[in-house]
């Protein structure tokens, strides 16, 4: 079922947020976001796996798609690739690691920016995609494949959530 959510506020302090400015990072500001009247909306909910609802009002909804690659993908592939053992220390790992010494990025395959297709030298162009060089992975770390795991679980997440929006 659905978890209608009526009032957002934990210990007083707003759950839903967004970034105002969030292409500068002198600009970039955490926003609370007023759920007065939130429809339509997008509902990404993220457990062991992902479920994508659109809901047009409290009692109009639909489930539009899901991915198993979820929480539970995260954490299996952490305990994997690190040796934890709890969501939390994966967690606590993927805060301290750097995802580019892992995922191969645009920068690392066109030398910048590739404009003709309007691509940021920082974005991900293969995740784990240096794990293919032998010298790569002898110089990583543990909390480096946490990070990676990490940004490759959410960017997909993200990419699925942003093309359910567009089409719905």
């Known amino acids: 079922g659905l978890l209608y959510v009526d009032s957002v506020g934990f210990n007083g302090q707003p ?10 990072p002198g600009q970039c500001q955490k926003k609370p976001y007023c759920l007065d009247n939130p429809y339509p909306m997008l509902l990404v909910n993220i457990g062991s796996g992902v479920s994508i609802l659109a809901v047009y009002s409290k009692d109009n909804y639909k489930r539009v798609t899901g991915s198993s690659l979820g929480g539970g993908t995260f954490l299996g592939l952490c305990c994997l690739l690190t040796g934890c053992e709890t969501f939390e220390e ?14 191969k990025l645009v920068k690392d395959i066109y030398g910048g920016d590739y404009e003709r297709f309007g691509l940021q030298g920082s974005a991900v162009a293969s995740s784990f995609g240096h ?11 543990k909390e480096d494949l946490a ?22």
């Open 15 to 24: 759950e839903c947020y967004y970034f105002e400015n969030p292409t500068d």
């Open 131 to 141: 794990m293919m060089s032998k010298e790569k992975r002898d110089s990583i770390s």
């Open 90 to 103: 994966a967690l606590e790992m993927a805060a301290k690691g750097d995802s580019t010494n892992v995922d």
């Open 147 to 168: 990070r990676a795991t990490l940004v490759t679980i959410t960017n997909n997440i993200g990419s699925i959530a942003r093309m359910c929006a567009l089409n719905e």
